[in-house]
C-alpha cells in the first residue's frame, strides 16, 4: 500500500519516521539535522553506535520515541562521500525482511539518498516501488509538498464554521455539518459542479443534478471515525456513497483542524486530494511503551 504524500515527512503521522543518516555520527545536515533538534536523546544512542562501527549500509537502527518511531536508515558511510544506489536498495532490502518482526504498522520515508547524498530521484523512485509497492501496511514516500486549500469563494465560509466549534467530538462534528448547511447550503466547488445541502435530525443530504444521496447518523459516523484515525480518501469519505465523495471532502475542509492534502497512489494515473487531521491537532500516536530501544542495528 505504497502512497505519495505531498506534504513535509515531519507532518506525518505515521507510527514511524525515516531519518536517513551517515554511519559515523553525524547529522549535520538536511532532515538528519532536523531530527537531531527533535530528538536529541536519539542523537546521542546513535552516535554511540557509530562509535562503536555497528552501523553501516545495509543495516538498520530503529529508535522507539516516545511519540514516533523513527528507523535511521544508512544511505552513505562518511557525511562528506555520496550514497550510492546499492546501499539504498540494500537497506530496503533489509526493512523488507524485518519491519514486521520490528513491529513497523505503518511508515513514511523520505527520498533516499536524494538530498546530500546526490542521487537522481528517476533511480531511486522505481527502486523504492519495487520494494515498498507491495507490503501489507500503509506505507508513505514524501516526495515533494503540494499546497492544497478550498477554493477562495468557499474560504470565508468555512471560517465562520471553524470559529463555532471547539473541538471534533462526534457531536461536534455533527453540529459542524449542520452549520455548514446553513452557511453554504448551495456549495459551488467550481462553475461546473454544485450541490444543495440539507441536515435534518441528524441526516446529511446532498443533491446534484442527477443525483441524491443521504447520509445518516451511523454514515457519518464512519467518515468522523476515518478522519480520527487518519488520512479520509474518497474511498473512505463516500465509503456508503462513492459518487458523494467530494462534496463530502470539500465540506470536511469546513471543519476546525482539518486540511486537504495532495495524495498519489501507486498504479493511479493521477494524484488525488484527501483530508486529515493538521499535525498540531493530531493527538499522540499510542506507541508500544514496553518495547525496549533497538541499541544495535537489525540483524
Known amino acids: 500500500m505504497l502512497t505519495y504524500k505531498r506534504t513535509s515527512l515531519f507532518e506525518a503521522n505515521t507510527q514511524t519516521l525515516v531519518n536517513t543518516v551517515n554511519c559515523v555520527g553525524v547529522m549535520g545536515k538536511g532532515i538528519a539535522k532536523a531530527f537531531k533538534q527533535r530528538e536529541p536523546s536519539m542523537f546521542t544512542a546513535y552516535k554511540d553506535i557509530c562509535d562503536r562501527k555497528l552501523l553501516e549500509p545495509g543495516k538498520l537502527w530503529l529508535w522507539r520515541g516516545s511519540e514516533q518511531w523513527i528507523l535511521n536508515f544508512p544511505t552513505k558511510n562518511h557525511w562528506r ?104 447550503p448551495t456549495l459551488r466547488i467550481d462553475e461546473t459542479k454544485e450541490f444543495e445541502l440539507k441536515f435534518n435530525d441528524g441526516v446529511l443530504e446532498i443533491q446534484s443534478r442527477s443525483h441524491d444521496w443521504v447520509f445518516e447518523e451511523d454514515d457519518l459516523r464512519g467518515i468522523w471515525l476515518s478522519l480520527l484515525n487518519g488520512l479520509v480518501t474518497k474511498e473512505k469519505a463516500g465509503w456508503t456513497a462513492r459518487d458523494a465523495a467530494e462534496p463530502i471532502l470539500v465540506m470536511m475542509q469546513f471543519l476546525p483542524n482539518v486540511r486537504a492534502v495532495q495524495i498519489h497512489r501507486h498504479g493511479r494515473p493521477e494524484p488525488e486530494v484527501a483530508v486529515e487531521l493538521r499535525p498540531e491537532a493530531e493527538a499522540s500516536y499510542e506507541t508500544k511503551s514496553s518495547s525496549a530501544q533497538a541499541e544495535l542495528p537489525w540483524h
Open 81 to 184: 562521500s555520496p550514497s550510492r544506489i546499492d546501499w539504498i536498495e540494500s537497506g530496503l532490502q533489509k526493512f523488507v525482511s524485518t519491519y514486521k518482526d520490528q513491529g513497523v504498522t505503518d511508515i513514511s520515508f523520505p527520498k533516499l539518498g536524494c538530498g546530500n547524498g546526490n542521487l537522481e530521484w528517476s533511480n531511486v523512485k522505481p527502486l523504492m516501488e519495487y520494494y515498498l509497492s507491495e507490503l501489507p501496511i500503509p506505507v508513505f514516500i514524501h516526495d515533494f509538498t503540494v499546497d492544497v486549500g478550498l477554493p477562495e469563494h468557499l474560504e470565508h465560509l468555512a471560517s465562520q464554521v471553524r470559529t463555532s466549534i471547539e473541538n471534533l467530538s462526534f457531536p461536534n462534528f455533527m453540529t459542524a455539518l449542520e452549520k455548514i448547511t446553513e452557511v453554504a
